[in-house]
């Protein structure tokens, strides 16, 4: 498979050259190579280095955000935003399909209906049509989204491959990442209270990425 990186030579130099900014000026860690990785590309993503301290990593979950991807696994994200920031190329090579219920009629309908939330609705109609087990789940912007899938974990044993759960915000945005780390659900999460869409797809790239050079090393 060719790089998924469709850039300019021009660029990539620009890129590189980002990446070589913030190696310099990070500072130590204790990062692992392919976590770093991930990492550096949130920083490069939001041009902040407080994600050296908030970004987290649960139950090998680089590793098995990889295997889940290229083996074509399901998608799910809590709203639409991640899903036009994604590649759409890389994914359909691997055969990786993006699924964002939040604006569908029926989701909109039940969270109406129950007093919820057209998150936590989206997540259970993901469950109902048996996406969740095996997915890459996604949640950018709604810390009830990520309580669901908590709650479902729990509750009715759905295991995600890997949960990204960077949903920004106020009100229980950090104590939906703390409940999800609580789990033995592989996830990357950004503590506290930062977070957003932008950080969730920098996340799933930097995967992409990490799983084109396992591709292009066993070649």
């Not at 990425?209 to 090393?217: F, M, P, Q, V, Y």
Request: glycine share 8%.
């Amino acid at each position: 498979m060719n790089d998924m990186r469709q850039m300019t030579t021009l660029g990539r130099a620009i890129e590189d050259s980002s990446f070589s900014v913030i190696d310099s000026e990070v500072g130590p860690h204790s990062f692992p190579d392919a976590e770093w990785q991930v990492v550096r590309r949130v920083i490069h993503a939001t041009a902040d280095f407080d994600f050296k301290e908030l970004m987290t990593f649960r139950n090998d979950a680089v590793a098995a955000g990889i295997r889940a991807l290229t083996g074509g696994c399901p998608v799910l994200v809590d709203v639409r935003m991640i899903a036009v920031g994604l590649n759409e190329d890389r994914l359909n090579a691997y055969g990786c399909k993006v699924h964002a219920f939040i604006s569908d009629e029926d989701v909109i309908r039940e969270a109406k209906a129950r007093e919820s939330t057209r998150a936590i609705e989206s997540m259970r109609k993901a469950h109902r049509l048996g996406l969740l087990n095996g997915a890459v789940v996604a949640i950018g912007n709604a810390p009830t989204a990520l309580l669901e899938i908590v709650r479902l974990a729990a509750t009715e044993g759905v295991k995600p491959a890997l949960v990204v759960g960077v949903p920004v915000g106020f009100v229980s945005a950090a104590e939906s990442k703390d409940a999800l780390l609580e789990t033995d659900i592989p996830s990357i999460v950004a503590r506290g209270r930062k977070g957003g869409s932008p950080i969730a797809v920098a996340i799933l790239h930097a995967l992409l990425l990490l799983s084109t050079s396992k591709d292009k090393a066993a070649q």
